[in-house]
């Protein structure tokens, strides 16, 4: 399978914890983004990679959240003290560098439920 | 600023024909998507469009009008398995706005 994978698929934690999701995209895709998604509403852009560089993200990253692609390959997403508020699904998703095609591959997510 | 307004649901009729709108503002335009999303999926590309006019694929076909910030999905011989959510996404630069999506359920 050549898709975006995502790990963990769910993860319950306890308010105040600190998570670490995993995005390896497809192979040949330079492009990396990551979103959350709640029930009844579209994908929240989070950030968005372009190899190992961090060329746009949301002000919500600029807080408890933080992500990484350090060598341009997977990335991870950190939310640190994690508040109810943040149960959702995170997404993580990549496009192929040919400007032509700006489709969107989407991993299944992680599910995130805080207590 | 940015947004997108979608309706929140609609219903058809198996065999039918559905149009969902999408109307947008945006500082920036690059492009606007169409995807499905089946209830607890991932969401699944189905067009692109960045130039005014209509793309056609199989049922599905989009259109898009960017003097007026306005698109539209249409949904051919509609099917049971097209019952799902349809987002619309507009990008200006890097960053993809996403629309909350329109829930269509298709009735035999």
């Known amino acids: 399978d050549t898709g975006v994978s995502q790990d963990p698929r769910h993860k319950i934690t306890k308010r105040g914890q600190n998570v670490t999701f995993r995005c390896d995209p497809i192979?040949?895709?330079?492009?990396l983004y990551w979103y959350r998604q709640t029930l009844g509403q579209g994908p929240e852009f989070l950030t968005y990679?372009?190899?190992?560089?961090?060329?746009?993200k949301s002000r919500l990253l600029s807080d408890r959240f933080s992500a990484e692609r350090p060598k341009g390959s997977f990335s991870t997403l950190e939310i640190q003290r994690t508040e109810q508020g943040d149960s959702a699904m995170y997404l993580c998703?990549?496009?192929?560098?040919?400007?032509?095609?700006?489709?969107?591959?989407f991993g299944p997510g992680t599910r995130l439920t805080v207590t | 600023g940015q947004n997108i307004d979608q309706p929140t649901e609609m219903t058809a009729t198996e065999g039918a024909i559905v149009q969902i709108n999408c109307t947008y503002q945006?500082?920036?335009?690059?492009?606007l998507f169409w995807y499905q999303q089946h209830a607890g999926e991932a969401p699944t590309f189905l067009s692109y469009?960045?130039?005014?006019g209509l793309e056609e694929k199989g049922r599905f076909s989009s259109f898009l009008s960017r003097s007026k910030g306005y698109s539209y999905l249409l949904l051919k011989e509609l099917q049971m398995k097209d019952s799902a959510s349809y987002l619309c996404?507009?990008?200006?630069?890097?960053?993809?706005?996403f629309g909350t999506g329109t829930r269509l359920k298709v009735l035999a």
């Open positions: 945006t500082s920036g335009f690059n492009g």
């Open positions: 192979s040949e895709h330079n492009r």
């Open positions: 469009n960045v130039l005014d």
């Open positions: 998703a990549s496009s192929h560098p040919d400007r032509a095609t700006y489709e969107q591959y």
């Open positions: 990679f372009q190899n190992e560089a961090q060329l746009e």
């Open positions: 996404a507009v990008t200006g630069t890097y960053k993809y706005i």
